[in-house]
T-cell receptor
Framework: EAQVTQNPRYLITVTGKKLTVTCSQN?????MSWYRQDPGLGLRQIYY???????DKGDVPEGYKVSRKEKRNFPLILESPSPNQTSLYFC????????????FGPGTRLTVT | AQKITQTQPGMFVQEKEAVTLDCTYD???????LFWYKQPSSGEMIFLIY??????QNATEGRYSLNFQKARKSANLVISASQLGDSAMYFC?????????????FGTGTKLQVIP
């Protein structure tokens, strides 16, 4: 089954404790992206990757890091989480280089206290 | 910079009626793609419909159609014969691609509630 998986689905952590949210897709997609969803703000792109070792900032990259060492994986790293990073996070993937629908993961609800 | 505006935070529609969800966009680029996604209360994001900026005909997918007016920079979603299962958040999104650059911008969403 074609899918995007994210782990963990729920996470409660404390300020400053490094964490990683994993994202994996099995569709051989070139393009992968991370979004955060906040009430009243919709989804905002954090980082995206056009292919292995190619990443770029989205609209809200501050406080986040990403890496793309393999085509299927695109982890999101919060090195020192703060309460304003409490949000619902989505990973998505699509074919690259054009206007293709994105396939979304189930979301990760992160709470930083 | 690209911007998507959805001016209707919430809407109600009677079951079996048609409803239009508004989406306007702002870009100086000539080539872009417009998408609509549905997010039910369960939280997943579901792709509904796509319109390319050079497509001359409005896109349709079953009960969904996209009313694309390029000169007005609008890409409204029309849902015909609303069903209770259409109650959800709806997001309009735009993709801009240029060389090694592919950014996605979403609107703030419209919460649609279908009344029996």
């Amino acid at each position: 089954e074609a899918q995007v998986t994210q782990n963990p689905r729920y996470l409660i952590t404390v300020t400053g404790k490094k964490l990683t949210v994993t994202c994996s897709q099995n569709m051989n997609h070139e393009y992968m992206s991370w979004y955060r969803q906040d009430p009243g703000l919709g989804l905002r792109q954090i980082y995206y990757s056009m292919n292995v070792e190619v990443t770029d900032k989205g609209d809200v990259p501050e406080g986040y890091k990403v890496s793309r060492k393999e085509k299927r994986n695109f982890p999101l790293i919060l090195e020192s989480p703060s309460p304003n990073q409490t949000s619902l996070y989505f990973c998505a993937s699509s074919l690259g280089g054009g206007f293709y629908e994105q396939y979304f993961g189930p979301g990760t609800r992160l709470t930083v206290t | 910079a690209q911007k998507i505006t959805q001016t209707q935070p919430g809407m109600f529609v009677q079951e079996k009626e048609a409803v239009t969800l508004d989406c306007t966009y702002d870009t100086s680029d000539q080539s872009y793609g417009l998408f609509w996604y549905k997010q039910p209360s369960s939280g997943e994001m579901i792709f509904l419909i796509y319109q390319g900026s050079y497509d001359e005909q409005n896109a349709t997918e079953g009960r969904y159609s996209l009313n694309f007016q390029k000169a007005r920079k609008s890409a409204n979603l029309v849902i015909s014969a609303s069903q209770l299962g259409d109650s959800a958040m709806y997001f309009c999104a735009m993709i801009f691609v240029s060389g090694g650059y592919q950014k996605v911008t979403f609107g703030t969403g419209t919460k649609l509630q279908v009344i029996p």
